[in-house]
């Protein structure tokens, strides 16, 4: 009895293999979107602390130099928030075009997956038919020798 066999495995193999990759590359794009977040909110933590020391400074009196200095302190950190809310963007971007590529190859593994499902139905099918004609033969065969051995 032959073994089955796929014919299309290595590219199953292949698919799998491109399908591993993709989803390595997916969890490194989410980690550094994670760690972009994590860089923006410390900017932001950092501007709302400078503007509330800022407003407790105000309210008691201060210079118009120290306020014109606070002014431009908070400006660059409105800047460095915008810079790293950019770059968030960018990353979360770049992350959705790798978990597009991971659905998509995705897809492509399982078609594979399925068409190796229904070829292995198939030819077990043919294997259950091929059993049930040897045993049709057999049967045959031995009937018509016990029909020839009766007849002498």
Known sequence: MKKFRFGLDSVLDYRQQVLDGLQGEYAKALERVRQQEAR???????????NQEFRERAAEGISIADAMSYETGLRVLERNIARETKRLEELQQAAEVKRRQVMQAHVDTRILERLKEKKLQDYQKDMQKSEEQFIDELVSAKRHMESGLLRT
């Open 40 to 50: 923006k909110e410390a900017v932001e933590l950092q501007y709302a602390q400078v």
